[in-house]
């Protein structure tokens, strides 16, 4: 009885899962564009409810919520479901919809998924051989072997996202960074691209009134060839069919190419400079004061972050003990205080880890929002969806794997019993090695941006457009 009823709760909040998925999936992901493939759907609003199954698990292995054999089952269950979606049913469904795209294999769409499938699974085992994830005890259909592969995978992703996001938030919300824009200089480029768009208006006029006269004296020119009379012949004979207004139309065409350019550039530059203006009074407001706040605390906690993953790489360490526990252990054996440990235990891991579920949800969610707007169209977004579904499968499989380590010890015990005897320690250091390199090419990326921004090369555009204008 007691398992019926444990099943159902999990089932009342895996269909309310799949309900904000497919929600998010219609209203937000594809708000611009029209998706009625209803298996895509389905798999996406899937993926993600198994996605927040396995971390409402872990909420329930804190609070101690269900029996501890229901637990386990439907942690089994979970993980089971989700590796055969991430390895074998999304492969697949991306596989179908690029060759169905192709005029020449659409007859084939079957056997040539199922060709690109069997490519997948061959990239998908040979990732596993140069890392040191198993040992040597494992079989090679054991679930330790594709949960090791995923992980490898899906850590890569996270510590890319992180070492990005840690550096680009305190570059997003630190007021410092702004650039200081003012009324002027909006006008400034609001007339320079008036100015430019007014010139692209009338060099393509020029061209038409060059081509127009071109044409007319060209049929002119046929007419009395086939009709020639004595002032025919002598009016061909002094004017030859050129334009009377004697255009280059090849040069005046590449100036409206170059015009047309620099109005691009410049339009780009004055959206950046309202988006900038429109920050600039968001920081004076006490929302933004605070998210300026953020912005300092993050970059200390940036840098600190890579401080210690040069450390951990350097000396080879991974931490044995959880944050939590090693917090208490210094209130009470070295600061003396007299705290509850196993009652305040679980209340602060329960705090922590539901803001980190939070967070990774929330900022996954995000990240896949901005990938799809930047490079979906109406034939590709079939398989970016897929794509992006097999990323954020893999990303909360390795999420639940790297968070086991900031759960105390009594609360890890299911995890790792059913995550299998993986290599745990060597997933935390190619989290530091990746999570560092990413960081630092973030850093130089967002350096050399704001040290090329657009005010410095305002002035040659100007003096490019004269030179044109000229």
Known sequence: MTFAIDSLVMLTTQVLFFGFGWIFFLWQLFKDYECHHRTVQLIFASTFALSCTMFELIIFEILGVLDHSSRYFHWKLNLYVMLFVVV????????????????????YKIPASCCIWLIFMYFFW??????????????????????????????????????????????????????????????????????TNEMVISKKKRIAIAQHHTNFRSMEYDNSQKNPGLWARIRNAASPVSSPVNENVSLLKQEVIAHEELSRQLFLELVDLHATQARIRYSKTLKGMYFNFLGYFFSMYCLWKIFMCIINII????????????????LVHYLGINVDVSFWSQHVSFILVGIMIVTSIRGLLITLTKFFYAISSSKSSNIIVMGLAQIMGMYFVSSVLLMRMNMPASYREIITQVLGELQFQFYHRWFDVIFLISALSSIGFLYLAHKQAPEKHMVQDIQLSSAFSD
């Open 88 to 107: 074998f049913v999304l492969p697949f469904c991306i596989g179908y919809f690029v060759i169905s795209n192709m005029a020449m294999l659409a007859k």
């Open 126 to 195: 040979k990732i596993g051989d140069p890392f040191p994830i198993l040992s040597a005890q494992h079989g090679i259909l054991s679930i330790e072997q594709v949960i090791s592969r995923v992980g490898v995978i899906g850590v890569t992703v996270m510590a890319l996202l992180s070492g990005f996001g840690a550096v680009n938030c305190p570059y997003t919300y630190s007021s410092y960074f702004l650039r200081q824009v003012t009324s002027s200089d909006i006008q400034m480029i609001e007339r320079k691209l008036m100015q």
């Open 315 to 330: 000396f080879n360490r991974v931490g044995k003990k959880d944050p939590i526990t090693k917090g208490f252990e210094i």
